[in-house]
């Protein structure tokens, strides 16, 4: 069975999810700084792999990270790498490499089809980018006679006294994923032809951004999120990274490379001043002030 997931933070979690078995003990170096002597020691433990046991290999995972919630759509999508270019340019030969991983993955979804292989994804139903890429895996397997199953992943999951967000399935700890596989459904024929239909309307419309409203992928204005980045800008000097983890709270499924790219749109278009550029090592350090005429036009409460 191919194991599929929309991005590679996930795949990498669920491969390593994939080689464990409950009961074992975790390999690697451990260094503490501060906290008590019991803190200090407790951390020194061998920890061990409290999670659900997968079946498989971990080279049962594949990733596609074809950003489908941004840019405009065709009918042929390819690797998407001038997309990946646009969103991870920063990163010297990271949209080349996430490119060539989508090839091979399409290339073993062919060779799925050919052999009738299951295939199951991993999707978190607040992400358009992933909700995205399963309608997409669901138009590309329309035809075919492949056995089809998702795994929809949690949006809020309570662990002890703790309440946490997810705003995808790259976010969710590897030990989560083998009592998440229990969540698997399979996908009927007319359900998948649905979610085909849903992804061929995508197309038609081509907007240059898909959001999830009310628990649907709709096309929107590339501008769709621009009202809560505005929002969440305080009065004179701004950290950009303050801004953007504000917004990402209230937003969860959007990424935040594509708030940033509209912070820089905001920037060229005279709406934001630069007061300070990014470091070489930390891209989100940039400071930014709202021009006063733009503010009390523009910002709203959210």
């Not at 906290?35 to 596609?64: C, H, M, N, Q, Y």
């Not at 399935?169 to 979610?195: Q, V």
């Not at 849903?198 to 197309?203: A, F, G, P």
């Not at 594509?258 to 709406?271: A, C, E, H, T, V």
Request: hydrophobic content about 40%; aromatic content about 8%.
């Amino acid at each position: 069975m191919i194991e599929l997931t929309f991005g590679e933070s996930p795949a990498g979690a669920l491969k390593f999810a994939k080689s464990m078995k409950k009961g074992e003990k975790l390999q690697g170096a451990v260094s503490v700084f501060g906290g008590t002597p019991k803190e200090r020691r407790d951390a020194l433990r061998p920890r061990i792999w409290t999670g659900a046991d997968l079946k498989g290999s971990p080279k049962d995972v594949f990733p596609l990270t074809l950003a489908l919630d941004i840019g405009a759509l065709s009918d042929n999508i390819g690797d998407r790498l001038s997309v990946l270019q646009n969103l991870f340019g920063r990163y010297d030969g990271a949209a080349e490499e996430m490119a060539a991983g989508n090839r091979r993955t399409l290339s073993r979804l062919e060779e799925a089809i050919d052999a009738h292989e299951a295939v199951r994804a991993w999707v978190s139903n607040c992400n358009p980018a992933e909700l995205c890429g399963l309608y997409f895996i669901c138009d590309l397997l329309r035809d075919a006679e492949v056995p089809l199953s998702v795994v929809f992943t949690p949006v809020i999951q309570e662990n002890g006294n703790t309440i946490v967000q997810y705003g995808g399935t790259g976010e969710i700890p590897p030990e989560a994923f083998g009592d998440l596989a229990g969540n698997e459904k399979r996908i009927s024929i007319s359900c998948k032809r649905f979610y085909a239909d849903l992804w061929r309307d995508l197309i038609r419309e081509n907007a240059p951004l898909r959001a999830v409203i009310n628990g649907k992928v709709m096309s929107v204005p590339e501008d769709f999120y621009d009202f809560v980045l505005m929002a969440n800008m305080p009065e004179g000097k701004f950290v950009a990274a303050r801004v953007l983890g504000k917004a990402l709270t209230q937003m969860p499924g959007v990424g935040d490379t594509w708030l940033y790219l509209r912070l820089q749109k905001m920037i060229k278009s005279g709406r934001l001043e630069e007061i300070a550029p990014p470091s070489d090592d930390h891209p989100y350090s940039g400071i930014f002030c709202l021009r006063n005429a733009d503010r009390n036009a523009e910002k709203g409460n959210f």
